[in-house]
């Protein structure tokens, strides 16, 4: 049974910072991509930043230079530093894990919420 648990969120103030941690077990985990999603109220699900299993990330447009998404394939976790937030930011973020090999295994986080006041 593969879970993917997430930690971090919270209330911070503009301009602060938060670091999310999102652990998965019961997989191997090193060989999928893992993305961070938000989803505010009354909007869509977003991708905020994703990072492969070669190392390689992707940020939406409107984290790039503010977040950074990282992983520790040795902890079977995956972070997102989070600074300057802004009170756009607020959300509950998700944590979701991809791997496509002949069938596509993909799994959901059950989110934290990150509230940024203003």
């Known amino acids: 049974q593969v879970q993917l648990v997430e930690s971090g969120g919270g209330l911070v103030q503009a301009g602060g910072s938060l670091r999310l941690s999102c652990a998965a077990y019961?997989?191997?985990?090193?060989?999928?991509?893992m993305v961070w999603y938000r989803q505010a109220p009354g909007n869509q699900r977003e991708l905020v930043a994703e990072?492969?299993?070669?190392?390689?990330?992707n940020y939406a447009d409107s984290v790039k230079g503010r977040f950074t998404v990282s992983r520790d394939n040795a902890k079977n976790t995956v972070d997102l530093q989070m600074n300057s937030l802004k009170p756009e930011d607020t959300a509950v973020y998700y944590c979701?894990?991809?791997?496509?090999?002949?069938?596509?295994?993909?799994?959901w986080g059950q989110g934290t919420q990150v509230t940024v006041s203003s």
């Open positions: 979701y894990a991809r791997l496509t090999i002949g069938s596509t295994y993909a799994y």
């Open positions: 990072v492969r299993s070669g190392g390689a990330t």
């Open positions: 019961g997989t191997t985990f090193s060989l999928f991509k």
